[in-house]
């Protein structure tokens, strides 16, 4: 099954390991590292401009390919690492995947439209899941889940992880009788529920200093 991901970076196998990573990031590189299918952890690294602009256009559902000095690996990102003062990113932790067999993983809900709810009855939207876990073929993963809240009409409606339209090569396995969102009257009720997250899903950004960082 040859299906190339719409995305792709260039990777050399990495050498450099503990705090000599902090040079090789000096020198405009980002070091990461591929795990998972049938594979040993491959230290890799990356030119850090070029990989950055892939990185940021993706969720953690996007299917990507590595191009590591020639060979393709297909590939999800499972962690990110992040220097949040400096705005860049300091280390990518790769997961390969095989595109002929399933896996699980969480797809990033995201919300659109208005709820007549909202303006009618001057309601409070209240999100219950930030997510949800699927199971699929990598390349049939959606990038995220589009929940249209054009339909809570009156306080109590709500829609269920049964109600969401997916692609008929993707299952849900979150509980079908779960609410995604619900609208209620209660301010504090909505104040106290945390929004709805733009993270990619099972993707860690992390901001301090890792084992690999130079002092």
């Known amino acids: 099954m ?11 196998h990495r050498t450099v390991t503990g705090k ?9 590189q980002l070091p990461g ?12 690294q990356m030119d850090l ?3 950055s602009h892939v ?17 393709s690996l297909s590939v999800l990102v499972r962690e990110k690492q992040r220097n949040y003062i400096r705005n860049s990113y300091t280390h990518i932790d790769f997961q390969a995947v095989s595109l002929t067999e399933k896996l699980r993983t969480k797809v990033t809900i995201e919300l659109t439209g208005v709820s007549p709810a909202v303006k009618d009855f001057n309601g409070y939207v209240i ?7 699927v199971e699929c073929f990598p390349q ?23 109600s969401v339209p997916v692609s008929d090569k993707v299952t849900v396995l979150s509980t079908a009788d779960e609410a995604i969102v619900v609208v209620t009257s209660n301010k504090e009720e909505a104040e106290e529920t945390p929004a709805a997250s733009a993270e990619e899903p ?5 901001g301090k200093k890792e084992e690999e960082e130079a002092a």
Do not use: F
Request: aromatic content about 2%; hydrophobic content about 40%; proline content about 3%.
């Open 33 to 44: 590292v591929i795990y998972g299918h049938h594979m040993a952890p491959t230290p890799i």
């Open 127 to 133: 999100t219950n899941m930030n997510e949800l876990e």
């Open 140 to 162: 049939d993963l959606p990038e995220r889940i589009t929940v249209d809240i054009s339909s809570l009409k009156k306080i109590g409606d709500m829609i269920l992880v049964s």
């Open 55 to 71: 990185l940021n256009t993706i969720t953690g559902s996007s299917l990507l390919t590595i191009d590591l000095e020639g060979k």
């Open 202 to 206: 099972e993707v860690i950004e992390k």
């Open 20 to 28: 000599q990573v902090g040079a090789l990031r000096r020198q405009g």
């Open 2 to 12: 040859n299906i190339m991901a719409k995305e792709s970076i260039k990777a050399s």
């Open 49 to 51: 401009k070029e990989a």
